[in-house]
Nanobody, 120 residues
Framework: QVHLVESGGGLVQAGGSLRLSCAAS????????MGWYRQAPGKERELVAT???????DYADSVKGRFTISRDSARNTVDLRMNSLKPEDTAVYYC??????????????WGQGTQVTVSS
């Protein structure tokens, strides 16, 4: 069974920084895309950043210039470095990995989430 485990969340003051990490395990298949999503209370889950196996990166406009996503494909890990944090960044952050099962079949798996709270 595939497991994605996030770590690094916590409480930080506005303007501070946090680094989130995610490790995927339990699958023999390769990962196409890894990314971070977040969900605030009462809000829909939204994309934060994604990175493909070839290194293409996409960021939400709200985090561009502040967050940096990176991955180690050999270890199936993805990190999110968050700088200049704002209270509106407060949310549960989820890691997602898209596995390549066949040339036409992809499967997405999610971690359980890690809480990030940014105080004013």
């Amino acid at each position: 069974q595939v497991h994605l485990v996030e770590s690094g969340g916590g409480l930080v003051q506005a303007g501070g920084s946090l680094r989130l990490s995610c490790a995927a395990s339990g699958s023999a298949f390769s990962i196409n895309t890894m990314g971070w999503y977040r969900q605030a209370p009462g809000k829909e889950r939204e994309l934060v950043a994604t990175i493909t196996s070839s290194g293409r990166i996409d960021y939400a406009d709200s985090v561009k210039g502040r967050f940096t996503i990176s991955r180690d494909s050999a270890r199936n890990t993805v990190d999110l470095r968050m700088n200049s944090l704002k209270p509106e960044d407060t949310a549960v952050y989820y890691c997602k990995a898209r596995f390549v099962i066949t040339s036409w079949r992809l499967e997405d798996y999610w971690g359980q989430g890690t809480q990030v709270t940014v105080s004013s």
